[in-house]
């Protein structure tokens, strides 16, 4: 389960857009989001999936000039936003401020004169005739486009915020329209209650990405006669969660990629396909289909593990790199227009080690299964990923991990990609200086303990005051193990054993420590069955590769 963002260091910045105002949107909106819809249209194929998404509902909001009522509620909200009462606002001064503790990437005075630009010349146009009908043109196909997103992810969307925001947009075209009673029913799936109050989650879960490795640690402790029940029940959720179909519709005209034979971040209603996640669902589908029917039931048909192989495949980008929902598509010189105050590279979707990686170690996992099937093109995709991994390691030997924290994890992924494609540690140069990498940032006491912001810095900052932290410390046994530490030296592993066996608590489980997930380097996620995961995985590998290996006829023990 991926529990709420939280914006680091701030809170409060995340809720300045959506801010109600007295009949009128603040500068700061209307310039930066307030161009009308085509604009966002038309640069689909450049931008960012998740950045897409939330700029079509906000357009449209902006276009519209939709007010909300005021109410008690809002007018609390108010007082809580804004440190001068809301009557003495000046927003055409405010709209370039920001906290010093949010201001992550400060916008550009390039930036500043286009959106000034905007305000003073293109606005004034847009809102009379005859560019006042290009305005309502452009509206009614971002509302198209809106309800495409609803119905290809059954009104779940890709997150929640755009969730919200095409609700609202449907409600302001018909409150009694299908699309928002639709919309009302699926709030439920991105609320709970916590132990401090209610939240809502950044997107509708993340139940099959915990699902694949949960699996997946449970098999690397050899567990599965003990939990075979648990893996039949993982067997038949990863069946349901495949996308058996692509999207409705011409995907060019979407701005779409094709989706069958992929698995989401979620569950299958969410409908996007990631290429980490199907990845993963590959790995765990065909590690699942070792083991006898009658402990996890009828594996994956190979009819829909060959599509998400096709799947993989076609998420390849040009210089070898897999990026996470869609091939990148764009330059990296529209990172010079984020609007985003809080967020870095968001403006294109990047290519990712981690995604690499994991569409590395599912095709070569799927090729020892099926050696004949699309064997070349295989072969040709994992050759020009390991370019792209070593090509994009750090000078000190590590990657940086853009959707963990942070070097730690991104360390893990480059070597385990490399192992996944044949690479080896006497013959690597990579994952030697990886490896010396991780071995350089242990900590006296045995763990390895990073911080967020190592994230914000892009550099290794380790935890306050040294500490360990399990999640990380269990990343960076899976990385040494996986490129043979046992057989060199396992003291280093024999340490990092002893931090997670002491660590756990009396009823089985870990301690919830330092969140450990991250996005757009800037904000943190937390997922919190990471701290059972990904240390049950790290034992059960020492326990199999090392111990069981090293320990025979002597005293190495944890």
């Known amino acids: 389960m991926v529990e709420p963002f939280i914006f680091l260091p701030g809170v409060k910045s995340g809720f300045r857009c959506l801010?109600?105002?007295?009949?009128?949107?603040?500068?700061?909106?209307?310039?930066?989001?307030?161009?009308?819809?085509?604009?966002?249209?038309?640069?689909?194929?450049?931008?960012?999936?998740?950045l897409d998404w939330c700029d079509l509902p906000m357009s449209y909001l902006y276009g519209r000039r939709f007010v909300g009522s005021m109410d008690a509620i809002v007018l609390s909200l108010r007082t809580e936003l804004y440190t001068l009462p809301y009557h003495l606002l000046n927003w055409n001064q405010a709209k370039n401020l920001c906290a010093k503790e949010d201001l992550y990437h400060p916008i550009s005075m390039i930036q500043n004169m286009l959106w000034d630009f905007h305000h003073s010349i293109g606005e004034p146009l847009l809102e009379h005739w005859p560019c006042c009908k290009l305005r309502e043109k452009a509206?009614?196909?971002?509302?198209?486009?809106?309800?495409?997103?609803?119905?290809?992810?059954?009104?779940?969307?890709?997150?929640?915020?755009?969730?919200?925001?095409?609700?609202?947009?449907?409600?302001?075209?018909?409150?009694?329209?299908?699309?928002?009673?639709?919309?009302?029913?699926?709030?439920?799936?991105?609320?709970?209650?916590?132990?401090?109050?209610?939240?809502?989650?950044?997107c509708n879960g993340s139940q099959f990405w915990d699902v694949a490795l949960s699996v997946q640690a449970i098999l690397a402790a050899n567990l599965e006669g003990e939990y075979g029940s648990m893996l039949?029940?993982?067997?038949?959720?990863?069946?349901?969660?495949?996308?058996?179909?692509?999207?409705?519709?011409?995907?060019?005209?979407?701005?779409?990629?094709?989706?069958?034979?992929?698995?989401?971040?979620?569950?299958?209603?969410n409908g996007w396909p990631v290429s980490d996640c199907t990845?993963?669902?590959?790995?765990?589908?065909?590690?699942?289909?070792?083991?006898?029917?009658?402990?996890?039931?009828?594996?994956?048909?190979?009819?829909?593990?060959?599509?998400?192989?096709?799947?993989?495949?076609?998420?390849?980008?040009?210089?070898?790199?897999?990026?996470?929902?869609?091939?990148?598509?764009?330059?990296?010189?529209?990172?010079?227009?984020?609007?985003?105050?809080?967020?870095?590279?968001?403006?294109?979707?990047?290519q990712y080690v981690e995604c690499t990686s994991s569409a590395i170690e599912g095709l070569a996992l799927f090729t020892k299964r099926y050696?004949?099937?699309?064997?070349?093109?295989?072969?040709?995709?994992?050759?020009?990923?390991?370019?792209?991994?070593?090509s994009i390691q750090l000078a000190d030997g590590s990657w940086y991990g853009s959707w963990g924290i942070c070097y730690t994890y991104g360390t893990w992924f480059g070597i385990k990609g490399l192992i996944a494609a044949g690479k080896r540690y006497q013959d690597s140069h990579s994952i030697r200086r990886a490896c010396e990498f991780l071995l350089s940032?242990?900590?006296?006491?045995?763990?390895?303990?990073?911080?967020?912001?190592?994230?914000?810095?892009?550099?290794?900052?380790?935890?306050?005051?040294?500490?360990?932290?399990?999640?990380?410390?269990?990343?960076?046994?899976?990385?040494?193990i996986e490129a043979g530490q046992a057989q060199r030296?396992?003291?280093?592993?024999?340490?990092?054993?002893?931090?997670?066996?002491?660590?756990?608590?009396?009823?089985?489980?870990?301690?919830?420590?330092?969140?450990m997930g991250v996005f757009n380097k800037n904000c943190t996620s937390n997922y919190s069955a990471y701290r059972n995961i990904f240390p049950i995985w790290a034992l059960g590998e020492y326990r199999s590769r090392v111990l069981l290996c090293t320990g025979k006829g002597s005293s190495a023990t944890a």
């Open 371 to 390: 050696p004949r099937h699309r064997r070349k093109e295989i072969e040709t995709c994992i050759a020009k990923a390991v370019n792209y991994i070593e």
């Open 489 to 515: 030296d396992p003291t280093p592993l024999h340490r990092a054993a002893k931090v997670l066996i002491n660590s756990q608590l009396e009823n089985g489980e870990f301690p919830q420590q330092e969140i």
């Open 279 to 350: 990845a993963e669902g590959l790995k765990a589908a065909i590690l699942l289909s070792n083991l006898p029917f009658e402990t996890v039931g009828k594996a994956l048909e190979t009819e829909q593990l060959c599509d998400a192989v096709n799947l993989i495949l076609s998420l390849q980008n040009r210089n070898g790199g897999f990026a996470s929902y869609e091939l990148t598509r764009s330059y990296a010189w529209l990172e010079k227009i984020n609007p985003a105050e809080t967020f870095e590279d968001i403006m294109i979707d990047y």
């Open 441 to 480: 940032k242990q900590q006296l006491g045995g763990g390895w303990g990073e911080s967020y912001i190592a994230c914000q810095q892009k550099v290794y900052t380790n935890l306050e005051g040294n500490k360990s932290n399990t999640v990380n410390t269990a990343w960076a046994m899976l990385a040494l």
């Open 19 to 50: 801010a109600y105002t007295n009949g009128k949107v603040s500068s700061q909106f209307r310039q930066r989001y307030g161009c009308f819809p085509t604009l966002f249209l038309s640069t689909q194929e450049g931008c960012g999936v998740t």
């Open 232 to 269: 039949k029940k993982a067997n038949n959720f990863i069946k349901c969660s495949q996308i058996t179909a692509n999207r409705s519709g011409n995907p060019s005209y979407w701005y779409r990629h094709i989706s069958k034979g992929g698995w989401p971040f979620s569950t299958s209603d």
């Open 139 to 202: 509206l009614h196909h971002v509302m198209h486009h809106i309800h495409y997103e609803d119905e290809n992810t059954n009104y779940i969307c890709i997150g929640s915020v755009n969730k919200v925001l095409n609700m609202v947009c449907c409600w302001l075209e018909n409150p009694n329209s299908q699309a928002f009673k639709r919309h009302i029913s699926r709030i439920k799936d991105f609320l709970w209650v916590a132990e401090d109050g209610l939240k809502m989650q950044g």
